[in-house]
């Protein structure tokens, strides 16, 4: 039974911002590539650094933890021992930073899903810290599933969204509309849509 309130989904925009990232082995190593593609300006400090986390961009302080580090962070990730995870999840409360803490659930504020990503597309799926492999999976399955061209369904949803905008169609009437506008992508060419056809013989 859950005791705990659901989680917030939510996307960050980490462009040219700051994250620290504690710890320097295998799982924080992991978690540098989703940060660099996100923009954001990546600290990391342990002890000592995998060979991968040397070569990359980040801010290296090597030396442990302190929770000053936590000043002017916008979002951290916690991939040190459970002590040290504790210590920082207890920093970020007192400064409201999140802090996504890996493989330690009861030391995180934020979760990490698996993450689809087709073009401008993101799918993130969370079991808030419970089974991360069940996400992962699910992620497998659902990259299975999605249309080759869901590029092509953004280009035609922006399309249609200024139209709407300019016609002041209403929020409620757009779902349908949208639906309509990517069926009419798979009638074969040459073809008008069959509601245009009907009005024209009416």
Not at 55 to 82: H, K, M, N
Not at 141 to 157: D, F, Q, R, V
């Amino acid at each position: 039974m859950r005791t705990e309130a659901p989680v917030f989904p939510v996307f960050l925009k980490l462009a040219r911002r700051k994250v620290l990232v504690v710890g320097g082995g295998n799982m924080a190593a992991s978690k540098l590539d989703a940060l660099f593609r996100s923009g954001a300006t990546v600290i990391v400090v342990a002890p000592s650094f995998r060979p991968e986390i040397e070569r990359s961009q980040a801010i290296l302080l090597r030396r442990g933890f302190e929770p000053s580090d936590l000043d002017g962070i916008w979002y951290a990730v916690a991939a040190a021992t459970p002590e040290v995870n504790r210590r920082v999840a207890a920093a970020a409360e007192e400064r409201r930073v999140f802090v996504n803490a890996v493989d330690d659930p009861p030391s995180a504020s934020a979760y990490l899903g698996g993450v689809l990503r087709r073009g401008d597309l993101t799918i993130a799926i969370s079991t808030e810290g419970r089974a991360p492999a069940v996400a992962g999976l699910l992620r497998e399955a659902l990259e299975e599933l999605l249309p080759k061209e869901i590029e092509t369904w953004l280009e035609e949803a922006q399309r249609q969204k200024r139209l709407w905008r300019e016609e002041r169609v209403p929020m409620i009437s757009r779902r349908p509309l949208m639906l309509a506008a990517l069926n009419r992508l798979y009638e074969p060419r040459g073809r008008r849509p069959a509601e245009e056809v009907t009005r024209e013989g009416a």
